[in-house]
């Protein structure tokens, strides 16, 4: 019998949205996203990805897990078609990104994978395209006393351990440890694969579990980060116009006022 994969999927919106739909709301001190789909966060795809690959090898399941507001099933549902066994969605309106850290993200995460035990390995993200913390991981894997590998390319089970390729500045070097453990994978492990139209409708017949906080017994931890202050960045301009009787005259004088503002 193979592996029980958890995949940690977070919903995000599409990093690949124009810059000028991102709205910078300084008093409410957070960026909403105007106009763009939401998306599996893309290294939470690498992290499928790579569970997909190891299910392939060595059969087993996979189970997708997500958290947040208004969760989106058609994302959830490409996902999963991708070669996941079944989805679970921990939704609530009290999750909104706007109201989550990555402390309480973690706390939430780990006590909907207590519900999910016996599993042997968790996969997700080394970051999320977002926030960019990278922190999440190592959370869920502190308050479930698993041990934790970042940064993959290549994951392996065999014989009650992974085996990772970490990806390095220079290289890459080889850990592993015992199952269950929890692994972040990182961009070089290879995108996740298109689901087929089939598989998607297939997908529409695999478990689907929806768990509340409330469901999990779990008191949020306070906060350890405030934000303070948000605000877009400030932009100046200065135009001055050179003027001269000749085009080398002004090419003199454009070079002179280049030099004075050490351009040049």
Not at 31 to 43: D, S
Not at 73 to 82: D, H, T
Not at 111 to 137: E, I, K, M, W, Y
Not at 152 to 178: F, I, M, N, T
Request: aromatic share 2%; glycine share 6%.
């Amino acid at each position: 019998m193979g592996p029980h994969i958890v995949v940690l999927a977070k919903m995000v919106p599409d990093p690949e949205g124009p810059p000028s739909s991102f709205e910078v709301k300084t008093a409410e001190k957070r960026v909403v996203a105007r106009g763009i789909p939401p998306v599996i966060n893309p290294f939470d795809e690498n992290a499928l990805e790579a569970a997909i690959r190891i299910k392939e090898r060595l059969g087993g399941t996979i189970t997708l897990l997500s958290a947040g507001k208004n969760l989106s099933r058609a994302v959830i549902l490409k996902a999963v078609a991708s070669g996941a066994d079944a989805s679970v969605l921990l939704e609530d309106d009290s999750l909104d990104q706007a109201l989550l850290d990555s402390r309480k993200t973690a706390a939430l995460l780990a006590a909907a994978l207590r519900t999910l035990d016996p599993f042997d390995l968790v996969l997700c993200g080394r970051q999320a395209s977002d926030t960019n913390a990278g922190v999440v991981g190592l959370g869920v894997a502190e308050l479930l006393g698993l041990p934790a590998v970042t940064l993959a390319q290549r994951v392996e089970v065999s014989d009650g351990k992974v085996v990772v390729e970490r990806v390095l500045s220079d290289g890459y070097e080889v850990v592993e440890c015992p199952l269950p453990a929890l692994v972040t994978v990182s961009g070089e492990i290879g995108d996740l694969r298109y689901p087929s139209l089939q598989a998607i409708r297939a997908a529409k017949e695999l478990p689907q579990r929806v768990l509340r906080p409330d469901d999990l017994g779990v008191d949020l931890p306070p906060s350890w980060v405030e934000t303070v202050s948000l605000e877009p960045p400030r932009r100046e301009r200065r135009c001055r116009l050179v003027e001269a009787d000749s085009p080398a005259e002004a090419g003199e004088k454009l070079a002179l006022l280049l030099r004075e503002e050490r351009v040049i």
